[in-house]
């Protein structure tokens, strides 16, 4: 039977006629020229709790430090995050909906939460104190960078610094800031609402307009705009900023329009957003609630965007540049939901994830298939087949190309309800209505031959098929073979 492998940007144009192709909870790998197809889905890893909070709340902050501790903010409370999964008490601040934001220089830890006020951690004792200096005008975001705390005064241009290396007792004395390390972007007034640090750079993203500055030491303000480098692109979320290595990612929004997602290439931005993706974003209700992060596991990493008003998180594998929907299903909807993440930090060894709903923490394992003890559910819809000279096809056959007999439960258990099914549904109207899921058997524990089938598929002129599975089983999916042909020779 010939092979329908799965190939193209899912995602990728925003009408149905153009591109049908889904993929949930699965990402893209490129494989070897000697493999048998071109690429493999595997599936996005399970969780298990870590830690949990002395009282569920929203999760505002995940952060691990310069020297491998752990905070975490739930609600008004501000959490060290001990290794055998203690959540211990650190301090409290003021319980608002805004995310958020620490950073470390190996002596004390800073927060901000968008508003004129800040506090500090003494990274040494775990005291908790507010920042008192009357030139700290409180931040949205603040970054760490040679020797200094970097913030944006909210609502403002501008931007300042604190003095190289300050401690705890320095910024609980009101002695941590000078009142002239003020600078503002100098290209355009709009307000700068994100900072990211890439290679010592100082990236300052405004409302519309972004400037990228750099360190000089000059005795008048230690940073200094780059020359010659100035982009016409700034950010409609600014909890979308995100960045990896040498690349940052954000939700841009310019004088032109808004909701394409960028990343920053040398001193300049390009798209990695599809038109589809784009097309979704303005449906929402809000973008600008949007909350990006970078995670990594085994050797895959991945920008995640999450839409906390939309209900919705999207994810972009960084080397194929292939999105997915990493997404929780809901057993009393029948429906997905965001992904639980709303912050992450690799720390203990583990790639964590904090509940935004309850403020726990998890930690991601390839080895599971479930989501804090839920099954996840897998997602795979295929390219248009379309019959030649649009005519109607006859499907005799399909087959699921998919690694089989990875189920925990062994041959012979007498729980049939155990038993690992994949489904397949398809689509005759270009992927606008699916008929109902038929299950067969993906194989009990080491039945590696098990062969998923379907026979007497029925005909059409424009099919689309569509591949769902449940946990407890890891496996990959290479495509489908099916066999079929034109209603008329």
């Not at 409370?77 to 290794?83: G, R």
């Not at 965001?338 to 930690?363: C, E, H, M, P, Q």
């Not at 026979?455 to 098929?465: C, E, I």
Request: a negative charge.
């Amino acid at each position: 039977m010939p092979a329908v492998n799965l190939l193209g940007q899912p995602y990728a144009g925003k009408s149905l006629i153009a591109s049908a192709q889904q993929s949930i909870n699965l990402y893209a790998e490129v494989n070897d020229k000697t493999a048998p197809v071109p690429i493999t889905y595997y599936q996005f890893p399970g969780c298990e709790q870590q830690a949990a909070p002395l009282t569920p709340g929203i999760n505002r902050c995940l952060y691990r430090t310069s020297i491998g501790t752990v905070y975490s903010v739930v609600g008004p409370t501000v959490y060290l995050v001990q290794s055998n999964g203690n959540m211990v008490f650190v301090g409290s601040i003021p319980d608002r909906a805004s995310i958020v934001y620490m950073a470390d220089n190996g002596l004390a830890v800073v927060l901000v939460d968008g508003s004129s006020m800040g506090w500090a951690i003494d990274m040494a004792t775990n005291a908790f104190g507010q920042i008192i200096d009357p030139s700290f005008y409180g931040a949205d975001q603040v970054r760490f960078l040679d020797t200094f705390f970097v913030f944006n005064r909210p609502d403002t241009n501008q931007f300042y610094i604190s003095l190289s290396m300050v401690d705890f007792a320095l910024l609980t004395a009101g002695t941590s800031f000078d009142p002239l390390d003020i600078a503002a972007k100098s290209g355009s007034a709009d307000p700068i609402v994100a900072i990211l640090v890439i290679q010592k750079n100082l990236w300052l993203i405004g409302e519309l307009t972004t400037e990228p500055w750099i360190g000089t030491g000059a005795a008048d303000f230690y940073f200094q705009q780059i020359q010659g480098t100035f982009i016409n692109h700034g950010c409609i979320a600014p909890y979308s900023a995100a960045t990896t290595d040498v690349i940052g990612f954000w939700l841009m929004q310019d004088l032109q329009g808004k909701n394409i997602i960028i990343r920053t290439k040398g001193y300049d931005v390009e798209e990695v957003s599809t038109p589809y993706l784009v097309s979704q974003f303005n449906t929402y209700e809000t973008t600008s609630d949007a909350i990006g992060m970078m995670l990594q596991t085994e050797d895959h990493a991945f920008y995640i965007l999450a839409f906390p008003t939309a209900n919705i998180t999207w994810a972009m594998e960084l080397t194929t540049g292939y999105w997915f929907q990493l997404a929780k299903w809901n057993l009393d909807t029948g429906e997905f939901d965001r992904y639980r993440a709303n912050g992450v930090a690799f720390g203990f060894g583990f790639n964590l994830i904090s509940d935004y709903s309850t403020g726990k923490i998890y930690k991601l394992n390839p080895s599971l298939a479930t989501d804090g003890g839920d099954n996840m559910r897998f997602v795979r819809r295929f390219i248009h087949m379309v019959g030649p000279e649009f005519q109607r096809v006859i499907y005799k056959n399909a087959s699921a190309n998919i690694e089989p007999g990875t189920s925990l439960k062994p041959v012979g258990s007498e729980d049939d309800n155990d038993e690992p099914i994949i489904f397949l549904r398809w689509s005759d109207d270009r992927g606008r209505n699916f008929n109902t899921p038929i299950g067969q058997s993906l194989g009990r524990q080491s039945e590696f031959l098990t062969d998923p089938q379907w026979n007497r598929l029925g005909m059409a002129r424009d099919r689309v098929f569509e591949l769902s599975w449940s946990g407890p089983v890891i496996t990959a999916l290479n495509g489908a073979f099916v066999e079929a042909q034109p209603l008329r020779t």
